[in-house]
């Protein structure tokens, strides 16, 4: 493979950076086998192109859209296309990160023992976090501040998000719904005309969204309209373009 476009399953625990340079380091060991390439001619810079076309966290596991060669000039479209996930859900306390990485500490904690009813949960998706809505993106993040990423801001300077205000953006989740599991749930609940009386702590969503999205945003946001607070606690990218 010299160039083109396929998508991998991310494995959890792996940045994007790493399946490149694992991806990178496999087509180059192939080509040195085939004597495609002097290793003597190489320079600093990489024999080969190769890139992926939207970040995941060490966190997430899914589809990662990859370009080699010529294909790493396609990558554009998905970093600002559609994507879809799957992301779980646990209420009552929410981390520095958003998500349950061990790098985050846990700053918020409050009771979710109000939130009983999936129908609940169901009203909130689709009356509150559907359509062209206004997000602040997290402060672990890729994005840019005084040319410094905010990330960096946050681990090396130890910035908070209050510090830094970070603007609202406007994205766009074109479908947001329960889980299949979820769905189940909230049909039994129907049936039976009344919910449970034992708190909900952890539910999953699966969500269709546009570009620039930040689902651990999303999760605290839907955290934040419950009455309590959340934090990501899995992720797995589904769909990301026509992949």
């Not at 990178?24 to 001619?41: F, G, H």
């Not at 999760?219 to 899995?234: P, S």
Request: hydrophobic share 30%.
């Amino acid at each position: 493979l010299e160039e083109g476009l396929f998508a991998v399953n991310k494995p959890l625990g792996w940045t994007s950076q790493d399946v490149v340079g694992k991806i990178r380091n496999i087509l180059e060991q192939d080509a040195k086998s085939r004597n495609c390439i002097d290793v003597r001619k190489k320079k600093r810079k990489p024999w080969m192109k190769v890139g992926h076309g939207g970040t995941l966290d060490p966190l997430a596991t899914g589809t990662l859209v990859i370009g080699v060669g010529k294909g790493t000039k396609l990558l554009q479209k998905y970093l600002v296309g559609s994507k879809g996930y799957q992301a779980e859900i646990t209420l009552g306390y929410q981390t520095t990160t958003l998500d349950s990485e061990e790098s985050g500490s846990v700053v918020l904690r409050k009771s979710y023992d109000h939130v009983t009813s999936y129908q609940q949960i169901n009203d909130l998706l689709q009356n509150k976090f559907l359509g062209k809505i206004q997000q602040i993106p997290p402060i672990f993040s890729a994005l840019k501040r005084d040319g410094k990423k905010l990330y960096q801001l946050a681990r090396e300077d130890g910035l908070t998000a209050d510090d830094i205000q970070i603007e609202s953006r406007q994205v766009m989740i074109y479908k947001l719904e329960l889980s299949n599991s979820e769905l189940l749930d909230l049909e039994s609940e129907s049936e039976n005309k009344q919910s449970s009386s034992q708190p909900i702590e952890k539910f999953s969503i699966n969500v269709e969204c546009g570009g620039g999205t930040y689902i651990r945003s999303l999760v605290r946001d839907i955290g934040t309209e419950l009455g309590t607070c959340a934090t990501m606690t899995k992720l797995e990218r589904t769909k990301q373009g026509h992949f």
